[in-house]
């Protein structure tokens, strides 16, 4: 009886090889897949900026359904910055012109942007160069394209 006693004693400590084993692959699995995501900025600069201008022209858009006819509803990409352009409904629709100066501007600089000026009619569907639907591309410089793209009638989202 006292040999069964010390037998199922050393039998419940620690951990078997195959159970440690199983453990280092996984955690090895685990290393590989997630921590590249972590170590570096792949992809989460264009993801972040893909998200800025896609909140930016969805506030254009909402203030060119909402706001007076005559103010400028524009946003305005350029080859370092992009912003938003500054409605004055109090003066006259030819003063200042559109696109006129940029309010809410955000800059970069290791990424490249589809550059224009995307504006929108009181119901929301795009104009001018974006007439019928286009795509702004965010490019990195590690290679990651984000996409965001403005639908016929008026529907912004990310691909």
């Keep these: 009886m006292g040999t069964t006693k010390r037998i199922l004693r050393h039998a419940q400590t620690g951990f078997t090889t ?24 792949q992809g989460f600069e264009e993801t972040a900026l893909r998200d800025e201008l896609l909140q930016r022209l969805r506030a254009v858009q909402l203030s060119a359904m909402n706001g007076a006819e005559s103010d400028c509803h524009m946003l305005v990409i350029d080859a370092n910055q992009f912003g938003v352009s ?28 589809t550059t224009g000026q995307f504006e929108f009619d009181r119901i929301g569907r795009p104009l001018n160069s974006c007439n019928g639907g286009c795509d702004i591309s965010v490019e990195g410089s590690g290679g990651d394209t984000e996409t965001i793209r403005i ?3 008026g529907f912004i989202h990310a691909l």
């Design 18 to 41: 195959v159970e440690l084993v199983v453990i280092i692959i996984v955690l090895g699995v685990i290393a590989v897949t997630a921590a590249p995501r972590f170590v570096g900025s």
């Design 86 to 113: 500054e409605m004055n409904s109090e003066s006259p629709v030819a003063s200042p012109p559109c696109p006129g100066t940029l309010e809410h501007v955000s800059n970069y600089s290791s990424v490249t942007i």
């Design 151 to 153: 639908e016929t009638e």
